[in-house]
């Protein structure tokens, strides 16, 4: 009787044993799959940089400054893109050199492929006049030369401050049309 017990003890430990390690196994296979995921060359940037400036010019004029606190640059087969993810600010300049507009947001990406920006994330614009575009979102098509997002905008002027679902503008901000107007606030007390 006493070997009967030993036999089930031993067995039943083998049992457990044999468990445990299925256990461990599987839960190793679990956690190489995500150590593989996050190893993926795709999740790196190909280069990076931090606080930079970048200058745009043509024909020996510059065009436009960027400045970023991190640049990030995937090389993706299919669509390579550069991220900001600590935001940009953006000055556009005239032939004469002076500053057109500004742009500012707290995060942005510019697909090389199809050469289009997205700024996303408390994103302001300013154009000369001192008109202000003020949205989450703002697309910029630079063959086309036209700016334009699909959510909440509100643009001040100096006579009115107008709100609404979208907006379409040219690239320097200075003709616009607000989708789906919401609302005006007249700014002039006559």
């Not at 940037?45 to 010019?57: G, M």
């Not at 065009?63 to 600590?86: G, H, Q, S, T, W």
């Not at 009115?160 to 679902?165: K, S, T, V």
Request: hydrophobic letters at 40%; aromatic letters at 12%.
């Amino acid at each position: 009787m006493i070997t009967t017990v030993k036999n089930i003890r031993y067995k039943s430990s083998i049992a457990v044993m044999i468990f445990i390690v299925t256990a461990m196994f599987f839960s190793c296979k679990s956690d190489i799959k995500q150590i593989n995921s996050l190893a993926d060359i795709k999740n790196f940037p190909n280069q990076s940089a931090k606080n930079i400036e970048i200058l745009y010019s043509d024909s020996a004029k510059v065009k436009m400054k960027i400045f970023a606190p991190v640049l990030n640059r995937f090389m993706n087969e299919d669509e390579p893109y550069i991220e900001f993810p600590e935001g940009i600010k953006v000055l556009f300049y005239t032939v004469n050199q002076e500053i057109e507009s500004s742009l500012k947001s707290n995060y942005a990406i510019f697909y090389e492929v199809p050469d289009i920006w997205e700024a996303e994330e408390d994103v302001v614009v300013v154009n000369k006049d001192g008109d202000i575009i003020n949205t989450e979102l703002l697309i910029w098509e630079r063959k086309k030369e036209l700016i334009h997002s699909d959510k909440f905008v509100k643009i001040t002027t100096k006579d009115e401050i107008l709100y609404g679902e979208g907006f379409e503008a040219d690239q320097n901000f200075t003709n616009y049309t607000i989708h789906k107007p919401t609302g005006v606030l007249n700014l002039n007390n006559e």
